[in-house]
């Protein structure tokens, strides 16, 4: 189907919307459960330190953390992520992993604060955050890895698609990163500015299709959410 110059237009500015919004990417996926500062902030889950999470593990948890997310009421949608676990480090470790691109679509005070408890609770080094007024993001550390540190912010960059890098995410197999590396790999292997214009039309356009909220799911499914949901917000106490 061909799209009109209008309706294009419309897209784009509803991506950049979005773009521009406080926004976060978060995890439940770990690689083995390490590094805990607070046990009582973590999860439960009766995994020793050193201990391995399988593929089955990490999903379940990532339902958990999506559920949870669209009860607080924010915007999600899935993306694949490339993640250096423990970066830095003798033990780091090239991660693949499922995450969540989460908008704060009714400008909740307390996006970040949740955010950052629930990646805590997760057991994760950190997770990748932007404010509404900036277009840079940042890692913010949730757990004992020395990269970032727990509670420090480190400069991620500003938002960049269509590129390969170590902290690479992927809607559509189209990637995207913040990060303020020049001359930074792409996808494509031609300087053809039309296709590369086009691509970048196709990350936009489904980066502003993809986001789901609560209200986007049938009676059943939002049962369902609610009750996942609602078990771990109030286990953590979030304010919403």
Known sequence: MKIKKSDLKQIIKESVKEVLSEIALITAFRGKK???LHDDLTKDDDKNIGDIYSKTENRARNRELSASLLRMGYG???ISGVYIENF???????VDED??????KNNDNNFYNNIFKLSEYYNQDCFCYKSKDENVAYNVGTNGCDYPGYGNKVRNGKFVYGV??????????KG????DKEKLETFQTTHNDRKIERMNKKMEQALNEEIKTFDDYETLTKQTIAHIGDTLINKLNVNQ
């Open 34 to 36: 390490e590094n805990v």
């Open 76 to 78: 999600i949608t899935k």
């Open 88 to 94: 830095g480090l003798p033990n780091s470790r090239i």
């Open 99 to 104: 995450s969540f691109l989460v908008v704060n």
């Open 164 to 173: 390969k890098n170590e902290f690479m995410s992927r809607i559509r197999n």
């Open 176 to 179: 995207f990163a913040f990060t």
